[in-house]
């Protein structure tokens, strides 16, 4: 563990991040139409439990409240995202007046509290008919995407700070589509390479309609970039097996946003499982548009080597399915248990890997600038006797990745802002409500919030631009 006494400048940014259906409930009130979160975790066997975002943590009536937790925190900015089928239910036609209120008035109490508000318009709650019409896998999803976001830039206007575009589009189409572990819960593979490249285009037409409508307007995407390690570096076949997995899982995405262009080793690596005919002429001058700012989330790294094609394949990375991988063309590659500690996720914990993340990227794109949209952790949190969280992994963790993104400044990464995830215990995907990530607990019998230790001692750093102690836990901190 780290000691340095390291600070971070007055101009970065602290914030924490959110999702609207982890945590927004009222899935049925104000307008809101159905999204295919709805649809997968009403699904048996789908979500643990059976839980479902119906409720979540019923932030739809006690936002308020949430954001006089964001305000106590000292934050400078919140990410949040946008319920899609709330402001626009059948993913097309005009606003639901009811569902932009709700926005605008959680925007404003934002800035009421001098706070800027990061907002997501898409982290993976689709509307519904869309995905009947063929989902991310038919390209008329890209343009209703970007007809959503020019009619939310509108709307909103100013009162967005930052405007992120799509949240982690790995997720949406390899776990969507491939593993089927989240919504829609598909498993074809062909089909996941075609939403990889309508969420790519979705972004870019997206970017184009925002900036049509708020010319000034600052404009990322978010993307959960993996940090894949050989399990023998002296392997050429387990130094390939790197090379196939950051293809599908980066540099789908990293090369057409910034760079106009597919990999051609995902391309080949691919190629018996599609032609790429669903790219057209022309759609990677619309993908890659200037970026304002690159949202990257990180958690943990991920650990191949080569398969040899005998006997049982490892397929133990963070998103296993027990049937089918997310990872796409990868079938001779193996993912490997990590050593070492891990969160309740079952995720290792390798701050090392945030630095090496950050200082690539910043080699790979200089002139790009990024913010750490999301970093947390779940661990199994206990209400102690005295009516606590004392929640010291949760505090380790934050600890040792704040240092790391400070260590990756100092490299030269133009970093500019950290967000933790996630501000509250939350709806975990298909992990249900069994996995707590937030600084602040939710009883979900009560919705009842309270600060864990995590919370206080982020407090301390948001304050100081001082990175404290693990121990350094000041219930009763006076800025
Ligand atoms: C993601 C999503 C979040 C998750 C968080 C923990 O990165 O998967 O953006 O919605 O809840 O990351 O898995």
Redesign the pocket.
């Known amino acids: 563990m780290t000691t340095t006494r390291r600070t971070f400048p007055p101009d970065f940014t602290w914030g924490s ?1 959110t ?1 609207a259906y ?1 945590i927004e409930g009222a899935a049925q009130e104000g307008g809101r139409g159905p999204s295919i979160w709805d649809t997968f975790s009403h699904t048996a066997g789908k979500v643990d439990g059976g839980d479902t975002g119906d409720v979540a943590c019923d932030h739809y009536h006690r936002w308020r409240e949430d954001v006089d937790h964001l305000s106590e925190l000292g934050l400078g900015a919140y990410r949040l995202s946008i319920s899609w089928p709330r402001v626009q239910p059948g993913g097309t036609g005009p606003l639901n007046p009811e569902g932009v209120g709700f926005y605008r008035d959680l925007l404003a109490e934002l800035h009421r509290a001098g706070i800027s508000p990061v907002v997501t318009l898409y ?2 709650d689709l509307p519904q008919e869309l995905e009947d019409a063929g989902g991310w896998a038919n390209r008329d999803t890209a343009v209703r995407f970007a007809e959503y976001a020019g009619l939310m830039a509108r709307a909103l206007g100013d009162a967005v700070a930052v405007w992120t575009t799509l ?2 589009p790995w ?1 949406s189409a390899y776990l969507g589509y491939a593993s089927g572990v989240h919504a829609p819960g598909r498993t074809d593979p062909a089909a996941a390479l075609a939403a990889v490249h309508h969420l790519n285009l979705a972004h870019g037409l997206a970017v184009t309609a925002i900036r049509a409508q708020l010319p000034g307007a600052k404009v990322s995407i ?1 993307l ?1 970039l993996h940090v894949v390690r050989p399990q023998d570096p002296a392997s050429a076949a387990d130094r390939d097996a790197v090379r196939q997995v950051d293809a599908v899982g980066n540099r789908a995405f990293l090369e057409p946003l910034l760079e106009g262009r597919y990999p051609e080793d995902l391309v080949a690596d691919t190629a018996a499982i599609s032609d790429w005919a669903f790219v057209r002429e022309g759609d990677l001058a619309l993908i890659q548009q200037p970026l304002d700012v690159l949202g990257v ?1 990180y ?1 943990a790294t991920t650990l191949v080597r080569r398969f040899a094609g005998s006997g049982e394949r490892v397929l133990a990375d963070s998103h296993a399915s027990t049937t089918h991988s997310p990872w796409v063309g990868c079938a001779d590659v193996e993912f490997l248990p990590q050593t070492g500690p891990t969160t309740a ?1 079952g995720w290792n914990i390798d701050p090392d890997g945030l630095v090496e993340l950050l200082t690539s990227l910043a080699a790979a794109y200089p002139d790009v600038p990024m913010m750490v949209t ?1 970093n ?1 952790a ?1 661990f199994d949190d206990v209400v102690s006797g005295d009516g606590r969280v004392h929640d010291r992994e949760r505090v380790e963790y934050l600890h040792d990745h704040v240092h790391a993104v400070a260590r990756a400044r100092e490299l030269g990464a133009d970093v500019r802002g950290y967000f933790a ?2 501000l509250m215990d ?1 709806f ?2 298909s992990y249900g409500f069994s ?1 707590r ?1 937030g600084l602040v607990r939710v009883d979900y019998d009560t919705l009842e919030r309270c600060w864990k230790d995590s919370a206080f001692w982020y407090r301390a750093l948001v304050q100081t631009g001082q990175i404290p102690d693990v121990d350094d836990i000041e219930y009763a901190f006076e800025a």
């Open positions: 991040a999702a982890q982290h993976w949240n982690e997720c978010t959960n989330n958690y996720m999301e947390g779940a995830w996630s939350n975990e995907w996995k990530f």
